[in-house]
């Protein structure tokens, strides 16, 4: 399955060195439509019901939605109508949650994926799909578990940060093919804000995403922190705001372009990206307000969809960039920054049952959310060899691994290799990283 993907992604590149794919895009088979769809904070949001109109959701029986919906000039990406979903809670407590699904910028990558551009709603929305991990409200252990949950829907293609309606043309056969994308995410979340900051003054509120939804967390970072006029805590799942510096189609440059997301940001903001990178942009909003709120990421080290997938790097390579880029906003900003970075190739957690199992050095991954809800951060990063999470790889290690190798145990720590089994070859791994200085 790598292989395909690899040829896929192999396959994307050669079409795209052709001359007229330029590293500043694809002019001119990119077309701004719109170039500035909306002004979001203008949107009449009277239409909307009010949030006490909501059934109150007893959490006992799992998560029941209700669907709101958004008001025009607020599109999914074809055009269509779109919606949020809400489970109210009995607390004063607020979850804005950002769906995930990829992202486009040509014709190639909004045609061939038609979720990343369409919503596949069914008549109750997305109510069959979110109710693992964070949504599970019948799970005693779940954060949000009497929060009011607000489910933002994602078909933009553009990681909830757009504001341009843009048509894509085909340039590998028909030019005459084209489909047309409203990159209006940015639109659609802070009308969603903007309603519930109209409705309720919340005690505590928190921003969640994952993947796509997690670099939304990025562009909707500020204007959050501004609608509700208070603190906030973010978490960032599988989202982590780095660009390829290899794919043209996800490299800053043209998803700046194509996205116009840079129309919503302060122009101060922007400087904070280096390299390309728009993670560093969270340090404006640290920078702004004072250091009011928490911006904490979850993310495995080889992410194969993000790393390998969207921005092009071998796994160890993203891990490297990954490592780099958060130390530096962490040595920055250490009380409000902070990390939760398995080892491993896997995406996403915050939707999935591994919410509530998956744990590194003793820190199960609910439990660091919930901590973070009480403003109690902490950074938990695996390395490689590290079994006992003591920060050093010795001869306790080795002697660990020996043990999961005789026992037939997994450890991903463990697992140098990322093959899914602790063998010989982990051992020599683990030997070398202490050969090496530990
Ligand atoms: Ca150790
Ligand atoms: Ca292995």
């Given amino acids: 399955m790598k292989a395909v993907t690899i040829s896929i992604l192999m396959a994307l590149c050669v079409v795209l060195v052709l001359p007229a794919a330029a590293q500043t895009g694809l002019e001119p088979f990119r077309e701004i439509i719109t170039d500035y769809y909306a002004d979001p904070y203008q949107v009449n949001i009277s ?65 061939l994926t038609p979720s ?100 939304g967390t990025i562009a909707n970072f500020y204007a959050a922190r501004t609608i509700f006029n208070k603190s906030l805590v973010v978490i960032n799942d599988a989202g982590p705001g780095l660009s390829s510096k290899v794919i043209p189609q996800f490299m800053y440059e043209t998803t700046n372009v194509t996205w116009g997301y840079y129309q919503n940001f302060p122009t101060p903001a922007l400087q904070y990206v280096k390299d390309g990178e728009l993670l560093y942009v969270v340090q404006y909003v640290f920078d702004t307000f004072n250091n009011d709120s928490l911006y904490c990421l979850y993310e495995n080290q080889q992410d194969y969809v993000i790393g390998t997938q969207f921005l092009g790097y071998e796994p160890n390579d993203f891990r490297e960039v990954l490592l780099n880029v958060t130390s530096e906003i962490k040595a920055n900003y250490p009380d409000n920054f902070c990390r939760y970075l398995p080892l491993g190739l896997s995406h996403t957690i915050l939707a999935s049952p591994e919410f509530y199992t998956l744990t590194t050095y003793g820190v199960p991954v609910y439990q660091w959310v919930a901590d973070l809800l009480n403003y109690q951060i902490s950074d938990v990063i695996a390395i490689p060899g590290d079994l006992n999470g003591d920060s050093s790889v010795n001869f306790d290690d080795l002697i660990s691994t020996l043990n999961l190798i005789l026992t037939g145990s997994y450890d991903i720590n463990a697992d140098i290799d990322l093959n899914g089994l602790i063998n010989f070859d982990d051992l020599i791994g683990v030997l070398n990283i202490i050969l090496a200085g530990g």
């Avoid at 007893?58 to 489970?87: A, R």
């Avoid at 048509?167 to 590998?172: D, G, P």
């Fill in 47 to 111: 239409t909307m019901p009010p949030l006490s109109s909501i059934p109150l959701d007893d959490p006992s029986d799992g998560i029941n939605w209700t669907i709101v919906d958004l008001p025009k000039p607020c599109v999914s990406g074809d055009g269509g109508k779109t919606f949020v979903m809400v489970s109210r809670g009995s607390s004063n407590n607020l979850l804005i949650y950002l769906e995930g699904g990829g992202a486009c910028s040509d014709y190639i990558t909004c045609k």
């Fill in 116 to 215: 990343v551009t369409t919503l596949n709603a069914t008549n109750c929305g997305y109510c069959n799909l979110a109710f693992f991990g964070i949504f599970d409200k019948a799970n005693p252990l779940n954060p949000f578990r009497n929060w009011t949950i607000v489910y933002i829907p994602y078909s933009t293609g553009d990681v909830h940060s757009g504001n341009r309606v843009m048509k894509y043309y085909n340039y590998t056969s028909n030019p005459n093919e084209n489909i047309t994308v409203y990159h209006v995410g940015f639109v659609n979340s802070v009308v969603t804000m903007r309603w519930l900051a109209n409705q309720s003054s919340f005690d505590k509120i928190a921003l969640a995403g994952s993947s796509a939804g997690g670099y």
